[in-house]
């Protein structure tokens, strides 16, 4: 069959299954099971013998031979049985359940993956499938998992804006299902001819996170696997672990990240009534500028420690980062003194699938401590003003940051233009200021804008109801979140 053909018909099942009662996120989770299984058994046979430590009595062949309520009663020991062993088997299945109760739909899907070569299939072909899907799911807003989805056309600028180089490790604290790392794969294989020793290095080397929700982080390995990121006998580099808990003591030369948006860090106890009661939490961390329960400023701090001494980061990080006082104030002083914060890249509404969302990127290189500030200047893009996407009608595309790629100027860094002028062009979307000019600003706020807003000026021209209704929604979104956030 051709690519085509392969996603039109996974696709057809997940159509069917959907009229069935089942989800898109339970449809990947059961077609992640059946896809490791089978190339669990490909890999078993010649030339690869590999044992990846699953019984034969739990094997894709065992699938194959059965139908009906015996197929059902199986696959549910299967998938028990198989979630209590150790490395990547406990990984994958890890607290996991059948989702299609029709044993006859059950045994279709096994059939429709036994037709298919999954080891040999290109990994092209296996990642347009995985990740259309993985898109389908976060779309569901019902399921929540919109926000361990990020904009994928966001994170290629991202990497394009960072270009990581081979036998580099790059890391993710809160990975989600991987799109960091497969946008920094590609770029990595796109923009080197790579020895066999870089190749190596790509594969089981140079990836590393942590995702602590079971069923993302499944997603997650399975995303990489099919990408040609890691084994399938190997311990994985995607840790379960809460990151902010500890500083693991691996610094890494590059983080991309887009940390989990929301409330603060917060434990359930009992009470002394026995009544559960949420308390904020805060991480004791030493190596940590300012101890607080903003789960935001932790993983900026943290993001910070994890990077090698020259290091560069890029971050996604929501508009209180940027204004918020207290420790917030002391997190930015901190950031602009012990590393060179370049770059902030202000981003739009309507891009995220978890509603309301203002957010930005942060880009900064770390560096040795010395007595005077590495910020020299921070650099702005204003991709947020007069700019209006909806994730149906109008969603962001990768040719929409070029422009602010080209400003970035990734290969010359230090030789930037601004296109903001007061008198040529007060509208410039590009303007650097000064260390001094922050330092001077109330709290040292980041929270710039000099653009003005066009819909205010001209009222002749307004945008279309639905895009203003659109604004109005997302706005008010923001404003309950913040609002949560100081409850």
């Known amino acids: 069959?051709?690519?085509?053909?392969?996603?039109?018909?996974?696709?057809?099942?997940?159509?069917?299954?959907?009229?069935?009662?089942?989800?898109?996120?339970?449809?990947?989770?059961?077609?992640?099971?059946?896809?490791?299984?089978?190339?669990?058994?490909?890999?078993?046979?010649?030339?690869?013998?590999?044992?990846?430590?699953?019984?034969?009595?739990?094997?894709?062949?065992?699938?194959?031979?059965?139908?009906?309520a015996e197929l059902e009663g199986h696959y549910i020991e299967l998938l028990r049985e198989l979630g209590q062993k150790k490395g990547m088997l406990a990984h994958i299945f890890i607290k996991s359940q059948n989702k299609i109760q029709d044993p006859a739909m059950l045994s279709r899907v096994i059939d429709m993956i036994d037709n298919e070569a999954w080891v040999t299939m290109g990994a092209d072909v296996k990642g347009d499938i995985y990740e259309g899907l993985l898109e389908k799911n976060a779309e569901d807003t019902?399921?929540?998992?919109?926000?361990?989805?990020?904009?994928?056309?966001?994170?290629?600028?991202?990497?394009?804006?960072?270009?990581?180089?081979?036998?580099?490790?790059?890391?993710?604290?809160?990975?989600?299902?991987?799109?960091?790392?497969?946008?920094?794969?590609?770029?990595?294989?796109?923009?080197?001819?790579?020895d066999k020793s870089q190749k190596q290095f790509l594969k089981n080397k140079t990836f590393y996170g942590n995702e602590i929700v079971p069923n993302t982080r499944r997603l997650c390995l399975m995303n990489m696997l099919l990408h040609n990121i890691g084994e399938i006998d190997i311990e994985p580099t995607i840790s379960p672990n809460d990151s902010l808990a500890a500083d693991t003591g691996q610094p890494f030369d590059y983080v991309l990240a887009n940390p989990p948006f929301g409330k603060k860090s917060s434990i359930t106890a009992n009470n002394e009534e026995g009544e559960q009661e949420k308390d904020d939490f805060t991480y004791n961390r030493q190596d940590f500028w300012v101890t607080t329960s903003n789960k935001q400023l932790n993983f900026v701090q943290h993001i910070r420690t994890m990077l090698k001494t020259n290091g560069k980061a890029a971050v996604v990080v929501p508009d209180n980062v940027l204004f918020e006082g207290g420790a917030g104030e002391t997190l930015r002083k901190k950031l602009l003194q012990n590393t060179d914060l370049h770059t902030i890249l202000r981003l739009p509404t309507g891009i995220f699938y978890a509603h309301g969302v203002k957010a930005n990127v942060l880009f900064f290189d770390n560096k040795p401590a010395r007595k005077d500030p590495w910020t020299k200047d921070v650099w702005y893009y204003d991709y947020r003003t007069n700019i209006h996407h909806t994730l149906k009608k109008k969603p962001l595309r990768f040719e929409d940051l070029k422009d602010f790629i080209q400003c970035y100027n990734p290969l010359k860094r230090h030789e930037r233009m601004q296109t903001w002028h007061p008198e040529h062009s007060p509208d410039g979307s590009w303007r650097k200021f000064s260390y001094e000019e922050i330092m001077a600003r109330d709290k040292t706020s980041l929270d710039i804008f000099w653009q003005k807003d066009k819909s205010l000026l001209d009222l002749d021209n307004l945008p279309e109801p639905d895009e203003l209704a659109s604004t109005i929604a997302e706005n008010l979104e923001a404003a309950l979140n913040s609002f949560r956030l100081l409850m």
């Open 142 to 194: 019902k399921s929540g998992a919109g926000q361990y989805f990020t904009p994928r056309a966001l994170i290629k600028a991202m990497v394009e804006c960072v270009r990581p180089e081979p036998k580099k490790t790059i890391a993710d604290p809160a990975c989600g299902t991987g799109g960091f790392f497969l946008a920094a794969y590609d770029f990595i294989v796109n923009h080197h001819s790579l």
């Open 1 to 68: 069959m051709t690519t085509s053909q392969i996603i039109a018909k996974i696709w057809s099942f997940c159509n069917v299954l959907r009229d069935a009662g089942v989800s898109y996120g339970d449809y990947l989770e059961q077609l992640t099971y059946l896809i490791f299984l089978k190339m669990a058994d490909e890999y078993a046979k010649p030339p690869y013998n590999r044992d990846v430590g699953i019984p034969a009595k739990y094997n894709w062949q065992s699938l194959k031979t059965k139908r009906g």
